[in-house]
């Protein structure tokens, strides 16, 4: 392998051959070994090249997890497409400008998220029918060989796939990352686990978020086999397939983590799981004690961000008892550093903008100059936090960017969520920030001003935000008040709102 061709689909390739017979994607749909999975990411390929579709072309995935978005995302990567990762908790409309946005010249979808599609620019579409697989569209193309193209030559530097992220206007970016990016990752996630071809995945975060994407990319890289629980958010179903298919590792969000300690999940005195990789500071201590102390488990926190591909920063579990408001030390591939809003550099100790840099870093937003001039100004990725970084290299993070509301490891930009109330006639002004949640981190809590006269439940408003706005970022919490606090120049105060008392009567 020279640097040239160092991609993700190198990687894969060289572990097909290396491990053919072995398994490496399991889900309700079916079982494949190595080879069987490189067979259908070839047929995909020159299927793609038949089509017309080539280098820098968009292909958009709207799937769930498992074996049909592997094979589409390595099948892009082979001949030098982009996959656009799309989020099937948006709304139709959301996914709309997305694919304007992108304007694929072709999609992948599971049968019942073609709703989702409604009238958008979705190129052709290639339908998963979950219900019918062997008969779907997209298993009569993977399953048979189709005539051979001449593979394009690629370089390293060639966008594998596109996410998008929420932006403080309201808009999605498209955060473009280099097949090479990916790889780098996906080794340095393999290097500091200390992972190999024995490891197996239970994949439960969605492949269209930056930690589930990570986690594949590191099991490609090590030889391990993926394990796809789907969309089945049922903790006890999920820890019953851990235990079915002997999986070694996970990431599972804190929601599905958090039953599993009451179900009693020992058995004859084992558990299979050996290690677990998840977020790190405040707040994680006590989640990771019965992972760390009651199962044996080697656990790893830390920190990233879609903008560099994934965890950043790496943390263990004694460590993070000992610092547990760190999120500890930087990957193998990253750097890191503290500016000023001039974009110096801060010595140790003191408070700053945590920003990166490295081989794993983005290379830009989708069609987007000034949020990429933004976003990587000053020769680093300036990720809008505020942290330190002791003498050691040990990172702190001191909060989150003054706006951004993570829930369920999903982002939240309380403009989306404004700009939604901006469009009924009922409210005169309104305006969220994120309040503390035991299950998902975060929620959104909205604060509502009616206009003289006009009346608006909180039934009505969570009606009407079904069919504008992702499920996550719907208020969990609406209180009515008489008037927001506003600075002079009419500046919403979000900071006073967050710390405003949440009461039970405000669910909404």
């Known amino acids: ?15 097909a051959l290396r491990l053919a017979n072995r398994e490496v994607t399991v889900d309700g749909l079916q079982r494949l070994t190595w080879a069987e999975l490189d067979q259908r990411v070839e047929n995909l390929a020159h299927w793609l090249l038949a089509k017309g579709i080539g280098a820098g072309d968009r292909v958009a995935l709207l799937l769930t997890d498992g074996t049909p978005f592997v094979t589409s995302l390595l099948a892009c990567g082979r001949i030098g497409a982009i996959a656009v990762l799309l989020n099937w908790r948006l709304a139709p409309g959301e996914i709309g400008w997305i694919m304007g946005n992108a304007e694929p010249s072709l999609t992948f979808a599971n049968a019942r998220f073609k709703h989702l599609l409604g009238e958008s620019e979705a190129g052709e579409v290639v339908l998963v029918d979950e219900q019918h697989y062997p008969q779907s569209a997209f298993e009569s193309i993977v399953a048979s060989d189709q005539p051979r193209q001449t593979l394009p030559q690629l370089t390293p530097d060639r966008p594998l796939y596109m996410m998008y992220t929420s932006g403080t206007t309201g808009r999605p970016k498209g955060c473009l990352q280099a097949s090479s990016a990916v790889a780098t990752s996906a080794l340095g996630m393999c290097t500091r686990r200390g992972w190999m071809h024995r490891e197996r995945l239970l994949s439960v975060n969605p492949l269209f978020h930056v930690v589930g994407m990570q986690q594949i990319a590191a099991m490609i890289a090590c030889g391990g086999a993926m394990v796809f629980a789907g969309r089945d958010d049922d903790a006890a179903a999920m820890l019953d397939l851990l235990h079915r298919e002997d999986c070694t590792t996970t990431s599972a969000f804190p929601q599905i983590l958090l039953p599993w300690r009451a179900m009693e999940p020992l058995r004859d005195g084992a558990i299979p799981l050996t290690n ?35 965890f950043a920063t790496a943390i263990d579990y004694p460590d993070m008892c000992n610092h547990p408001r760190s999120i500890g030390w930087a990957m193998p591939h990253v750097e890191f550093t503290m500016l000023d809003p001039d974009g110096n550099q801060l010595p140790p100790g003191e408070e700053g903008e ?19 001039e933004a976003a990587l ?21 001191l909060g989150r960017s003054k706006e951004l509301i993570k829930t369920g490891g999903e982002n939240v930009y309380p403009a989306e969520v404004d700009a939604v109330f901006q469009g009924m006639n009922e409210v005169a002004d309104a305006g969220c920030c994120g309040v503390p949640d035991q299950q998902w981190g975060e929620a959104v809590k909205a604060f509502v001003v009616l206009k003289p006269g006009m009346e608006l439940t909180r039934e009505e408003i969570t009606t009407r935000f079904k069919s504008q706005i992702a499920g996550y970022k719907r208020p969990r919490y609406i209180e009515f008040v008489d008037q927001l606090p506003r600075d002079m120049l009419g500046k919403l105060q979000r900071l006073e709102l967050s710390q405003r008392p949440v009461t039970p009567d405000q669910a909404a």
């Open 1 to 15: 392998m020279t640097p040239r061709d160092f991609s993700l689909d190198t990687l894969f390739r060289a572990n």
């Open 276 to 310: 677990y990789t998840g977020g790190a500071g405040p707040g994680f201590v006590p989640l990771y004690e019965f992972l760390g102390q009651e199962w044996d488990c080697e656990v790893v926190g830390g920190y990233g961000q879609t903008e560099i591909c994934g």
């Open 354 to 372: 945590i920003c990166m840099r490295g081989p794993t870093v983005m290379l830009g937003y989708w069609r987007n100059p000034d949020a990429t």
């Open 377 to 397: 100004g000053h020769g680093w990725l300036r990720s809008g936090d505020l942290g330190t970084m002791d003498e050691h290299g040990l990172v702190y993070l």
